[in-house]
């Protein structure tokens, strides 16, 4: 009969040789390794998800564009509303659907449909912006009216759901973005 130290020398050589043997393990690797911080750590999903929203929302409507001058007699009216996607972004940042308890506690936005209103378009004066230069700023602002079918599923302790076939949510949007103009003060010496 094997007795307790016999058994726990023969696990320990076991399991070193399993260790060594599967090429993951970060003190077992020949050449350059990063040490401990080879070992993957797993990450809750409410951190994932606000890390790819927080990137995809800077790529997406975190940056003012710059664009060309307006011509002479040409159309002055912004022509991009807001799309579905970035009114969807605004209302979840407002009110979030997904809450930090799955099955448990729920809602789901059905039935979507989304109304977007102008509600102001003007273009400010010429003026010097340090990084960009001479340049006109354009305003537009929108009213965003979400209608929507709000299903809201509750888990514990008595399952049941609640349907609120009736909901709208406000949010209003702006989009601003800058115009390039000749030299501001035409008449002055003083470069820029």
């Known amino acids: 009969m094997i007795d ?3 058994r726990m020398v023969i696990a320990l050589v ?3 040789v399993a260790l060594s043997q599967t090429g993951c393990f970060w ?11 080879a070992i993957p750590i797993p990450v809750p999903v409410g951190i994932q998800k606000n890390k790819e929203d927080q990137f995809w929302k800077k ?7 710059v ?3 307006i011509p002479a007699g040409g159309p002055t009216e912004a022509l991009d509303e807001p799309s579905d996607d970035e009114v ?6 407002a009110r979030p659907v997904q809450g930090p308890w799955p099955f448990l506690y729920e809602k789901q936005r059905n039935d ?7 509600i102001a378009d003007y273009i400010d004066p010429p003026r010097f912006y340090p990084i960009v230069g001479p340049a006109q700023q354009h305003h537009a602002q929108y009213k965003c009216t979400v209608y929507f079918m709000e299903v809201t599923r509750i888990g514990w302790p008595v399952p049941h759901t609640l349907v609120d ?28």
Do not use: F, W
């Open 4 to 6: 307790r130290a016999s």
């Open 14 to 16: 076991v399991a070193s």
């Open 27 to 37: 003190m077992m690797q020949s050449g350059p390794n990063i040490g401990p911080m």
């Open 59 to 65: 790529e997406r409507y975190g940056r003012a564009p």
């Open 67 to 69: 664009l060309g001058p």
């Open 88 to 93: 969807m972004r605004a209302i979840e940042k």
């Open 112 to 118: 979507v449909r989304i109304v977007k209103c102008k």
């Open 165 to 192: 076939e009736d909901c709208r949510e406000v949010v209003y949007i702006d989009h601003n973005h800058l115009h390039m103009v000749g030299d501001v003060d035409a008449g002055s010496d003083t470069p820029y």
